[in-house]
């Protein structure tokens, strides 16, 4: 039984066949909704998806941060089914949990997404570059998510929190780079917000006080600083992410000097 709501068509209507490469793949998704496709929720998923991809979110364990692609080629709907082709490349394969749970209120408020589908080119092999629909639908029911890159390339301390909070040193830290470290910060919060708890139970956002969710930033002439009130997300998967995300700037942006976590 898939651990958030949303996902009760999971049972018989959801298809999964992918094995991740670092050649460029098609990948076909597929969302049935009782609701008219796409919308505002469909468009907001499919974006954070890509931009996520191209600041490290795909690598996993077995990809290297900067490879990452996503790029959606086609759209076309029925109505009320809705399919992307999207070349994809150096994307592990519990990025699709990430997909499917991020996709799985598309029609909206007050509808239900009735079925997903999602097929690469390469068939999976059992391998753990690779998932089928029994597998995903055994992750869907713990906390599986994407591993951490192997050589994130700068040191990094950590420590419990009781909030999460973040810090990287960079030399001759700008306005831009700034900017860039500041896109992380709120584009991580995004990334895992479907992830549950340490204790394998959804998160529920405090309606009443979403600016809790957020980041809080600032930064000096070598250090940024980005710090989240309430952040009861895994800490281990949580922790990956972010790491990957940084990687990624760090290879492509900025070198990152030293790195501090808590959580």
């Not at 468009?43 to 290297?64: I, K, S």
């Not at 990334?191 to 979403?210: C, F, G, K, M, Q």
């Not at 600016?211 to 930033?217: E, G």
Request: net charge negative; glycine share 8%.
């Amino acid at each position: 039984m898939p651990l958030l709501d949303g996902l009760e068509f999971a049972a018989s209507n959801l298809f999964v066949g992918y094995r991740a490469a670092v050649e460029p793949q098609m990948l076909e998704i597929v969302v049935r909704s009782d609701s008219e496709l796409p919308n505002p929720v469909t468009d907001a998923a499919l974006a954070m998806l890509q931009r996520g991809v191209a600041e490290g979110a795909g690598a996993g364990a077995p990809f290297d941060p900067k490879a990452g692609v996503f790029e959606p080629l086609s759209q076309t709907s029925t109505g009320r089914e809705l399919r992307w082709t999207v070349r994809v490349a150096s994307v592990c394969p519990e990025l699709l949990r990430i997909a499917i749970e991020k996709l799985r209120f598309a029609g909206g408020p007050g509808s239900a997404t009735t079925g997903m589908s999602f097929m690469g080119q390469l068939p999976p092999d059992r391998t753990p570059a690779s998932v089928d629909t029994y597998e995903m639908l055994r992750w869907l029911d713990g906390p599986r998510y994407p591993g951490i890159t192997s050589n994130p390339g700068f040191p990094i301390t950590t420590a419990e929190s009781a909030a999460a909070c973040w810090m990287v040193s960079v030399g001759g830290l700008n306005a831009a780079l700034a900017a860039a470290l500041e896109e992380i910060a709120f584009d991580w919060r995004s990334l895992v917000a479907e992830y549950v708890s340490d204790e394998n139970t959804p998160v529920r956002i405090d309606a009443e006080h979403p600016h809790l969710q957020l980041p809080h930033s600032g930064w000096s002439k070598v250090e940024f600083r980005a710090r989240y009130e309430s952040f009861r997300h895994a800490a281990q998967p949580s922790y990956a992410m972010l790491i990957n995300l940084l990687a990624r700037f760090h290879a492509t942006v900025a070198p990152i000097d030293a790195c501090e976590v808590r959580l």
